[in-house]
């Protein structure tokens, strides 16, 4: 089951102390630590409200959340933030996955192929 993270101030914290990886469709914000969180890492799926209509943003998170299930996540000690961009969901799936998995590849995670 996915673990994710809920508190606002983890989030926060997350996104303040957090690595960025952007690609053009999603962009990851990583924080590694040794404690941790039940068996597997943390995820969190954020699409700002500036970027579209509930709609847009509910389709947004189903779109990241299926990412996460396709590149291996959640990574063991690792919380994830995937926000959401303007071309999340308008460029097709594969695009997006493909951009995931190679800015995910080159940083020493272990995506699924």
């Not at 957090?18 to 943390?42: A, D, Y």
């Amino acid at each position: 089951m996915l673990e994710t993270i809920k508190s606002s101030t983890e989030v926060s914290y997350v996104f303040t102390h957090g690595r960025r990886l952007n690609t053009p469709f999603v962009t990851f914000i990583v924080l590694q630590h040794e404690k941790q969180h039940g068996q597997m890492g943390r995820v969190a799926f954020v699409a700002g409200k500036k970027l579209g209509n509930a709609v847009w943003r509910n389709r947004a998170k189903r779109r990241m959340r299926a990412l996460c299930r396709d590149l291996g996540g959640p990574w063991p000690n690792c919380d994830v933030i995937f926000l959401a961009r303007r071309q999340t969901t308008q460029a097709s799936y594969s695009k997006v996955l493909d951009a995931c998995e190679k800015i995910l590849g080159g940083t020493g995670f272990q995506t699924s192929q």
